[in-house]
């Protein structure tokens, strides 16, 4: 199995500030094979990023996904009000399908 | 516009038995791979379990396997998870979600609740 850790934890930015989240796994993804999800309270996941670094559909520019191998960073370049929310990568190279453990980004 | 809406959720004991259901609408269901995701209350995203699109290929969670059942109907649009020797860990919301050709959550249904309480 292939385990997903996220760091840090929790980050607090302020508005307009940018924001770097980190995902590693245990070894390495393949081809890239790594989505990041936004998650707000109440909400369902809503993937932002897959192959590491290809924005879903209507995912605004400021978010970009970077990194390869086994490290991988979600970037949000000027945090609006809406970002504050848990942030969950996910590698789809091997079974089980596995998630990082969350970052929450709140308001500093 | 793509949607996805589970039902079937609710309060059960322990060791009971429970069937999920997620209605799919708005895309050509039978061209995705679906999945089921569970969340507990307050703690992170938990994979379940995925069937392709065809059918032909089903996977499990070690904790769920041998006590989850994962199918669909491409006829119906549908997605099931069938759930029995329910245990307390088992209590979250329970995510339908649908992939395309890798296997990524491209689409979410807002989810349904699962208790497994005595």
């Known amino acids: 199995e292939i385990v997903m850790t996220q760091s840090p934890a929790t980050l607090s930015v302020s508005p307009g500030e940018r924001a770097t989240l980190s995902c590693r796994a245990s070894q390495s993804v393949g081809s890239n094979y790594l989505a990041w999800y936004q998650q707000k309270p109440g909400q369902a996941p809503r993937l932002l990023i897959y192959a590491a670094s290809t924005r879903a559909t209507g995912i605004p520019a400021r978010f970009s996904g970077s990194g390869s191998g086994a490290e991988f960073t979600l970037t949000i370049s000027s945090l609006q009000s809406e970002d504050f929310a848990v942030y969950y990568c996910?590698?789809?190279?091997?079974?089980?399908?596995?998630f990082g453990g969350g970052t929450e980004v709140e308001i500093k | 516009e793509a949607q996805l809406v589970e039902s079937g959720g609710g309060l059960v004991k322990p060791g009971g038995s429970l069937r999920l259901s997620c209605a799919a609408s708005?895309?050509?269901?039978?061209?995705?791979?679906m999945n089921w995701v569970r969340q507990a209350p307050g703690k992170g995203l938990e994979w379940v379990s995925s069937i392709s699109s065809a059918s032909s290929y089903k996977y499990y969670a070690d904790s769920v396997k041998g006590r989850f059942t994962i199918s669909r109907d491409n006829a119906k649009n549908s997605l099931y998870l069938q759930m029995s020797s329910l245990r307390a860990e088992d209590t979250a919301l329970y995510y339908c979600a649908g992939s395309s050709w890798y296997w990524y959550f491209a689409l979410w249904g807002r989810g349904t609740l699962v208790t497994v309480s005595s």
């Open positions: 708005g895309f050509t269901f039978s061209d995705y791979n």
């Open positions: 996910q590698q789809y190279n091997s079974w089980p399908l596995t």
